[in-house]
């Protein structure tokens, strides 16, 4: 039998055909508008009856052994009324924001981000944490302050395609299917990336920046646009403000003198601008490649101006604003006592830009218990995240988790992090749960995830584990929904629309609204001026930049510079293998095929000048700390640049880059520090 839903297994949300036989899944194929045979293929999907079934998998609750020996099986009454007890416990000795649930990305970020969002704030914490200051959501953040929310890239049908810090051939197929669609019927593709992707190899143009400086690439592409005039005057002069501001700001960046500092030549950023401001439509698509550094907010806005300048905003072909689908927000904030300040209140434009994003800067989790700033945490439940490993600074955040009086997991697989749980709670796979992802509620078409398949062992959706856990803490009119569909029609019943008309809604989705392109010559932008702002009074007014880098572009980008001497080489965090998403799926035996381990790359430049062999360990060093990881010579870096494997810690210890990375220097807009770019060193391994 074939069902339609939506693998959960990354972020990318895609569309497939589950394939189920007995109530087991056997197979599972990607949708897309190529032919099957020109269709990029997933191995994590290829897998994903391997990753269902696997032996490792956590099918039942456990509770950590009173004498700390291990972990004991449990039952669901049993578990969560321990975790309830908990709560209660602290709220009791310390108050409710001593009890705080930090979210990784494993569960996404649509309804299933509102349930623990309802649960806590329903509890009397404000300390719902995401790990937005690290990926995505500080550059949402950042699309918003400038045209009201975040705009998407319709690559395959533009003209110009500009590729900024991403592969989607590691993280969104359908998405490396449009820009190579688009390609081969004529597009001009322009790719922006420290490191030779793919996607680079392709283009008809690629900057091979260097890594952390992309702020001061768009200020200076700015400044080339404007300067020649080759931007839309009648956009500018009819939906934006600012914009004298913004030249006056982007004139201290001409070509000729950043140049250098980017590592590239005047003229590449002339061509790129030109043909970007001249090629109608264009699209960029940016990733994460801007994110995990401190300059990310401006360094996006920036970025989000070149769209709104040279008119490709919300046009056919560039970049599309949204129309989300009309939802009831049922995440209680209303119910939160406003004296009680949440743990990220340091950043209070990132925590309440968005209606429902909330509190994103994790950083934070770390200081209220190690630091006990702005007061203690006493208890963290940490849903589908490990942050033990793919945070920054990670002996850091292990020091705090283990200070941490009461720590509960809900997680797939045994990790990191899980092992110094006091219980673990056995979350089910996308497979295996009903819900309404945030890729199919901020625009049209709603794509419902169906579960195909009844859950493995003992396991529950996420969904179920919070709304039992509501109950047990005395919510149970909170939380009336005895299963997802029941929550999703209350959620969607201001679209008028519930899971039964979704499920025949057929292969593409139901689409409440026809798409609309240039929505601003009848509806404002989201902003408060109600035009695309180059120049942000609130940002002012809290006494930050209005423009991106106004002051100029201030210290070094990279983590560590100052330290250069002792430490000489520049070290950028690994790019995403479509095998795997952040930590996860390491202990799949088919997607460690071919002894699947973690490398860096290193020039064979810089390889024969230091005495290093291909497959060899080495060190590699920071102030913070030292890794081993594998050699393997290549020339998609640059000399004297590395490029570091990413979310090795759970499979390897020894491999776990955020040993290296830092979280001490922090933007004062998002909280993000600087961790996909560090200077290092690298040394020789004792047999």
């Not at 081993?628 to 776990?656: C, F, K």
Request: with cysteine.
């Amino acid at each position: 039998m074939i069902i339609d839903t939506v693998c959960r297994l990354c972020s990318s949300c895609c569309p497939i055909e589950a394939e189920v036989e007995d109530n087991r899944l056997v197979g599972a194929r990607r949708k897309s508008f190529l032919d099957p045979d020109k269709r990029l293929t997933c191995a994590k999907l290829a897998a994903a009856s391997e990753i269902v079934y696997s032996p490792r998998r956590l099918t039942v609750p456990l509770v950590k052994c009173e004498d700390g020996s291990g972990f004991r099986e449990a039952g669901w009454d049993e578990a969560l009324d321990l975790v309830a007890a908990r709560f209660h416990r602290h709220r009791q000795e310390s108050g409710p924001q001593s009890v705080a649930w930090l979210r990784g990305m494993a569960a996404d970020w649509g309804t299933p981000w509102d349930y623990p969002n309802r649960l806590m704030n329903a509890f009397g914490s404000p300390n719902t944490i995401g790990n937005g200051s690290i990926c995505f959501v500080a550059r949402d953040f950042a699309h918003s302050y400038t045209y009201g929310s975040m705009a998407y890239p319709e690559a395959k049908n533009a003209r110009c395609i500009v590729v900024w810090g991403k592969n989607d051939g590691d993280t969104a197929l359908g998405a490396a299917e449009g820009i190579h669609w688009a390609k081969e019927h004529g597009a001009t593709l322009i790719v922006i990336d420290p490191v030779e992707t793919p996607l680079a190899r392709k283009a008809d143009i690629w900057l091979r920046i260097k890594p952390g400086h992309d702020g001061l690439l768009a200020m200076a592409m700015i400044n080339e646009i404007i300067k020649a005039n080759l931007y839309d005057a009648e956009f500018v002069e009819k939906y934006t403000i600012g914009f004298d501001a913004l030249k006056k700001a982007a004139a201290q960046f001409p070509a000729d003198k950043v140049a250098e500092t980017l590592w590239l030549s005047a003229g590449q950023i002339r061509e790129v601008a030109r043909i970007y401001a001249t090629t109608k439509p264009a699209a960029i698509v940016d990733g994460n490649g801007l994110d995990m550094h401190r300059e990310v907010f401006d360094t996006t806005r920036a970025v989000a101006m070149l769209r709104a300048l040279t008119g490709n905003l919300d046009r056919p072909g560039g970049d599309v604003l949204p129309q989300p689908i009309p939802l009831r927000n049922i995440q209680l904030h209303e119910r939160l006592d406003d004296t009680i300040l949440p743990i990220t209140h340091q950043y209070p434009l990132f925590n309440t830009f968005s209606e429902t994003w909330g509190n994103q800067v994790q950083g934070c989790v770390v200081d209220a218990i190690l630091d006990e700033s702005p007061y203690p945490l006493k208890m963290v439940v940490v849903q589908s995240g490990n942050p033990l490993v793919t945070m920054a600074d990670s002996r850091h955040t292990r020091a705090a988790f283990d200070k941490l009086e009461t720590l509960v997991v809900i997680d797939m697989f045994m990790t990191e992090t899980a092992r110094l749980a006091d219980v673990i709670l056995p979350a089910a796979s996308c497979f295996e749960k009903t819900q309404l992802n945030r890729a199919s509620i901020r625009n049209n078409p709603i794509i419902l995830q169906n579960a195909v398949i009844p859950t493995v062992g003992d396991s529950w959706p996420d969904w179920k584990i919070v709304f039992e856990l509501g109950r047990r803490l005395g919510f149970a009119a909170d939380f009336p929904w005895q299963t997802a569909e029941e929550a999703i029609d209350h959620q969607l019943e201001p679209a008028g629309v519930t899971v039964a008309v979704l499920r025949q809604s057929g292969k593409t989705g139901l689409r409440i609204e026809e798409p609309r392109y240039e929505k601003y010559r009848d509806t404002p932008f989201r902003t408060p001026s109600g035009k695309v702002e180059f120049f942000s009074c609130r940002l002012a007014q809290a006494g930050l930049p209005g423009v991106p880098f106004e002051d100029g572009w201030g210290d070094n980008p990279i983590s560590f510079a100052d330290q250069s001497g002792e430490y000489p080489v520049l070290g950028i965090s690994g790019s995403r293998d479509i095998r795997f998403t952040n930590s996860q799926f390491r202990t799949i035996p088919a997607l460690l095929k071919e002894g699947a381990q973690c490398l860096v790359d290193i020039h064979p430049e810089d390889a024969a000048r230091q005495g290093f062999a291909e497959g060899e360990r080495v060190g590699i060093e920071t102030p913070k700390g030292v890794v081993e990881m594998t050699v393997r010579l290549s020339t998609v870096v640059s000399p004297g640049i590395i490029r570091l494997g990413w979310g090795w810690g759970d499979h390897d210890p020894r491999a776990n880059l955020n040993i290296l990375t830092s979280d001490d220097n922090r933007s004062r807009v998002t909280g993000t520090s600087t961790s996909r770019r560090l200077m290092c060193r690298l040394c020789k391994i004792s047999p």
